[in-house]
C-alpha cells in the first residue's frame, strides 16, 4: 500500500522519498541488501496489473531507502505518510522516530483504516500534534477516490483546509472529513451493509451467484458484487474489521450484526480466504477435458459446484431501465425473491446510515461521498432513500420492522421530504443542525451537469443534449447507450456547433456517464453492411467525417474532456478539437482494426497530418510511420491520460491533463474562454499534408507479410495493415508529396467502405455485438 502512495504522488509530479525496514541479515554498508524490501515492495506495485503508475518514467521520481540509514533524509520532506502494519505500538515507535528528523511545520499523517487517531500522537511535541492528521487511502489508491481525512482535536484547521483542498485538486480524490470514530466512515457503513447481508444469507439460504447477480451493476455497484469482491479484498481482512468494530462499538445498536456468521467462521478455519489462498467463495478448477472452470461454494453442505445461472423476474422487468434511481423503485417494489432480498438489505442500511448521523459526521452528505468514491456505490444510502421517496420509505421501512432515526422524522414534520435538493445549478443537502438546506461545502467550483441540465437546457434529441454552462459557453452531452456515437450525436454535434457559432463564443463537449464514449455504433455499422447497403453507409461515413471537420473548423473554439474510455470514433472527435482537457484516467484509442476495419471518421486523416507535422528525413521519418501505423494495426489504448500523449493521441503542448474528475468540465470550460478571448479565428483546411507514398507503402506491406509469415496475423489482418497503410502513405506516390485533408478523407473512407464487405469484417463485426464484448487493449 506504501508503495502505490507513492506512485500515486509520483503521477502528479511530487518527488517522492520511500521508506521501509532493514532486512534483519542484511549487512551494514550493503546498499541493495539493505534496501531489499522496500525495492522488493516498489517493484511488485510497478508490476501489477492495473498499473499504479500512469507512465513507467514517473517512478524515477520515487528514490526508495530504509528506516536506519534514511530517516535522516525526511528532513527535506514536506509531508511524511505513515503506512506501516495496523500495530498502534509499531506506529508509535516510526512516529517517534520521525519526529527526530522531520523540521518543524512538516505534515505528517498516517494511513490507518481503524486505529484512533488521537492514540498515535500522544506524547508527541505540540508542533507533531498541530500538524498530525489521519490520511485513509482506499486501495489501490490510483483508482478508489476517496481520501478520508482523520483529525485530532489538536490538527489545525489550516493543515486541514489544505489536506481537503490538495487531496481533491491535485490527488484527484473525493476527500471526505471524518471524525475519530471506529472505522471512520466509508468502512464504518460498507462493513455494516456486508455483514448484515451475510447474516440475511446464512437466515434465508440465498446462494452465493443469488447475491451477486442482485448486488453488482443492476443496482450501481462493481461488476464483482458482493462474494467476489469479498474473494479479491480478502475474507480475512473483512472479519478483522468486523471484529473490530464489535469491540470498539459497544454501544452500536446493530453490533450484533458484527459478529462472524457460522459459515465464515469455517472458511476462515478452512484458510478459504480468497484469491491469496486461490479459493474462498470462488475456486477455479481444472476439468477432465483440460481445460478450467471456475466453482462457487455452496454455503449449505460447504463444498464447491459448478455456478449456476439465476434468474429474477424483478431483474428482468428492470433491463431496459437506464435510470437508476428508476431500477431502485421498481426493484424494491417487487414481489419476488429479489424484492424481498432488496427490502431486507437497503432498509437496514437506511436505518443503520440514519442512526450514524451524527456520531461519524455531522451531514449526511459526507456518507454518501464516502460509498461513493470508496465502494464504487454510483448512490449512497440517502441518495437511493431520496430516489425511492423518503417519506414513503419511511412506513415501509415501518411495516417492515425497522424504524428511521428521529431526526428524520423531524425533518419530514418540519415539510422538508428530501435528503438533497437542486437550487440554482447547486446541490444543497438537508444540515440536521440549522434544520434547513445549505451547499456541499467544496462545490461552489464545480460545474455538474446533473445540477443543470433541467433549467439550462438549450436543445435536445435522443441521443444529446445542448446545455447552457454560463459565459457564452455551451456544453454538448452524450446518453446513449455506452454513449455510441450514431446518428442522433452527429446531429447533435452539427446543431451544438450551429448554435454557438450564432449566439455563443464556444463549446466544450462532455458528459457525466461512466465513459466518454466507446466510439461509433458498431450496430449500425453492421447492419448498413450486412445489407449492402452501401450508399447508406457511404453517407453515415462522410457525415461522420464532415461533422468531425466541422469541429476542428468552426468559426468557434471546440474543447472536447474525455474521461475514462474514448475509443474509436469518441478518440476522433477528440483529436479534432481545437485543446482536449483530459481526465487523467482516460483509456483512449483508435480500435478500429480489431473489428476488421481502420479508423473511418478522420482518426487515420488526422495521424497522417500529425506524422507530416513532426516529420524528419530519412530512417527517422519511417521509423516515425512505423510508430503511427503500429499505434492503429495493434489497437492501442492508453493507460493513461499521459500515455495517450505517448501513443499521439494528445498533443503535447497544447492539450492538458486534470487530476479531479469534478473539475472537469470548468476546466474546460476555462479553456475555451481562453481561447475565444485569445482572438479564435476559423483555422484554414490543410493542403500541405507530406506524405510518403511508395517509400512507406513498402516498410508497411513488407511487415505484415513477415508478420503473417511468422503466424502471427491472418490473411485478413494483412488486407487491413494494407488498407490502413495506403491511407497513411498518402497511397503509391512515386515520392513524398503534399496533400490536401479531403484527399486523405477520400482514400479513408474508400478504405473503410471496402472492409464493409469483407466477410471477416462482419463476422468480428457480429462477434462484438453478440458476445456483448468492450475493444480494449
Known amino acids: 500500500m506504501g508503495s502505490r502512495i507513492a506512485c500515486h504522488f509520483a503521477n502528479i509530479g511530487a518527488e517522492v522519498l520511500l521508506l521501509d525496514i532493514v532486512p534483519a541479515d542484511a549487512p551494514a554498508g550493503n546498499k541493495t541488501a539493505r534496501n531489499k524490501i522496500v525495492n522488493d515492495a516498489l517493484d511488485f506495485a510497478l508490476k501489477s496489473n492495473p498499473s499504479p503508475i500512469y507512465l513507467k518514467s514517473f517512478s524515477k521520481r520515487i528514490t526508495t531507502g530504509n528506516f536506519e540509514d534514511n530517516m535522516k533524509d ?12 495496523e500495530r498502534l505500538d509499531i506506529k508509535q515507535q516510526v512516529f517517534e522516530q520521525v519526529e527526530k528528523y522531520r523540521k518543524p511545520g512538516t505534515l505528517v499523517t498516517s494511513n490507518t483504516s481503524g486505529i484512533p487517531i488521537h492514540l498515535m500522537a500522544e506524547g508527541r511535541s505540540e508542533d507533531f500534534q498541530r500538524n498530525f492528521c489521519g490520511t485513509h487511502f482506499f486501495n489501490p489508491p490510483r483508482y478508489l477516490r476517496l481520501l478520508e481525512i482523520i483529525p485530532t482535536a489538536h490538527t489545525d484547521t489550516a493543515v486541514i483546509g489544505f489536506l481537503m483542498d490538495y487531496g481533491e485538486r491535485f490527488l484527484g480524490k473525493t476527500t471526505v472529513l471524518c471524525k475519530d470514530t471506529p472505522a471512520f466512515i466509508a468502512n464504518r457503513i460498507g ?26 451493476p443492476v443496482i450501481g455497484r462493481p461488476k464483482s458484487a458482493t462474494f467476489r469482491t469479498n474473494d479479491v479484498v480478502g475474507l480475512d481482512t473483512m472479519v478483522h474489521v468486523a471484529k473490530g468494530l464489535a469491540q470498539n462499538a459497544p454501544d452500536d445498536e446493530a453490533k450484533s450484526y458484527f459478529e462472524i456468521p457460522g459459515f465464515v467462521n469455517k472458511m476462515v478455519e478452512n484458510k478459504w480466504l480468497g484469491s491469496k489462498t486461490g479459493q474462498g467463495f470462488f475456486k477455479k478448477v481444472k476439468t477432465a477435458d483440460g481445460g ?24 428482468e422487468a428492470v433491463k431496459p431501465v437506464d435510470n437508476l434511481r428508476d431500477r431502485f423503485k421498481i426493484l424494491l417494489a417487487a414481489k419476488d425473491k429479489a424484492g424481498d432480498f432488496y427490502r431486507a438489505v437497503f432498509y437496514a442500511l437506511f436505518a443503520y446510515a440514519g442512526n450514524r448521523i451524527p456520531e461519524i459526521a455531522d451531514e449526511l452528505y459526507k456518507i454518501d461521498a464516502a460509498m461513493n468514491a470508496g465502494f464504487g456505490w454510483e448512490l449512497g444510502p440517502f441518495e437511493i432513500w431520496d430516489a425511492l421517496g423518503v417519506g414513503e420509505t419511511v412506513k415501509a421501512m415501518e411495516a417492515a420492522g425497522q424504524r428511521a432515526a428521529q431526526w ?11 435528503f438533497y435538493k437542486i437550487e440554482d445549478g447547486k446541490r444543497l443537502y438537508y444540515d440536521t443542525t440549522s434544520k434547513n438546506y445549505k451547499i456541499i461545502p467544496g462545490t461552489e467550483s464545480f460545474i455538474l451537469l446533473d445540477n443543470i441540465r433541467a433549467a439550462k437546457t438549450v436543445w435536445k434529441n435522443s441521443g444529446t443534449t445542448i446545455i447552457d454552462i454560463g459565459d457564452g459557453i455551451l456544453n454538448l452531452e452524450f446518453h446513449t447507450k455506452m454513449n455510441a456515437i450514431g446518428s ?5 454535434i452539427n446543431k451544438a456547433i450551429d448554435l454557438a457559432e450564432s449566439d455563443y463564443r464556444g463549446l466544450v463537449v462532455s458528459n457525466e456517464g461512466a465513459n466518454f464514449s466507446a466510439g461509433a455504433n458498431v450496430g449500425m455499422i453492421f447492419m448498413m453492411a450486412v445489407e449492402q447497403e452501401y450508399d447508406e453507409l457511404d453517407f453515415a461515413i462522410r457525415s461522420f467525417q464532415n461533422a468531425m471537420q466541422r469541429v476542428r473548423y468552426s468559426s468557434i473554439p471546440v474543447v472536447s474532456a474525455p474521461h475514462n474510455m474514448a475509443l474509436g470514433g469518441a478518440c476522433e472527435l477528440s483529436m479534432h478539437a481545437d485543446k482536449v482537457v483530459a481526465h487523467a484516467e482516460l483509456y483512449m484509442g483508435l480500435v478500429e482494426f480489431g473489428v476488421g476495419l481502420i479508423p ?12 507530416s507535422d513532426e516529420l524528419q528525413e530519412g530512417d527517422i521519418a519511417l521509423n516515425n510511420f512505423r510508430d503511427r501505423f503500429l499505434n492503429i494495426g495493434q489497437a492501442k489504448v492508453s493507460t493513461s491520460a499521459y500515455e495517450a500523449f505517448e501513443l499521439g493521441y494528445l498533443r503535447k503542448g497544447q492539450d492538458v491533463v486534470v487530476m479531479s474528475r469534478n473539475r472537469l468540465l470548468a476546466e474546460a470550460k476555462k479553456h475555451c474562454i481562453q481561447l475565444a478571448e485569445a482572438g479564435y479565428t476559423r483555422p484554414a483546411p490543410r493542403k500541405d499534408i507530406k506524405v510518403l507514398g511508395k517509400q512507406a507503402l513498402g516498410l508497411a506491406y513488407l511487415g505484415a507479410a513477415s508478420m503473417q509469415a511468422g503466424h502471427y496475423i491472418s490473411e485478413h489482418d494483412v488486407k487491413i495493415s494494407q488498407k490502413l497503410a ?9 515520392q513524398p508529396s503534399l496533400v490536401s485533408e479531403q484527399y486523405l478523407l477520400d482514400l479513408e473512407r474508400e478504405a473503410f467502405l471496402s472492409l464493409c464487405g469483407e466477410k471477416k469484417t462482419l463476422e468480428r463485426l457480429q462477434s462484438i455485438l453478440t458476445g456483448g464484448k468492450v475493444l480494449r487493449n
Request: charged share 20%; hydrophobic share 45%.
Open 600 to 611: 473511418g471518421g478522420g482518426g487515420t486523416k488526422e495521424f497522417a497530418l500529425r506524422l
Open 488 to 492: 442522433e450525436v452527429i446531429e447533435g
Open 726 to 734: 495506403w491511407v497513411l502513405a498518402g497511397g503509391d506516390l512515386s
Open 191 to 216: 462493513v455494516f451493509s456486508i455483514m448484515h447481508l451475510l447474516h440475511y444469507v446464512e437466515q434465508t439460504g440465498m446462494t452465493v451467484e443469488e447475491v451477486d447477480k442482485l448486488t453488482g
Open 74 to 85: 525526511i528532513a527535506g520532506c514536506d509531508w511524511i505518510i505513515e503506512v506501516v502494519i
Open 408 to 418: 428524520i422524522y423531524d425533518m419530514l414534520a418540519s415539510g422538508h421530504t428530501s
Open 292 to 315: 478450467s472452470e471456475i466453482q462457487v461454494l455452496d454455503l449449505q453442505t460447504m463444498e464447491y459446484k459448478p455456478s449456476q445461472k439465476v434468474k429474477f423476474a424483478s431483474l
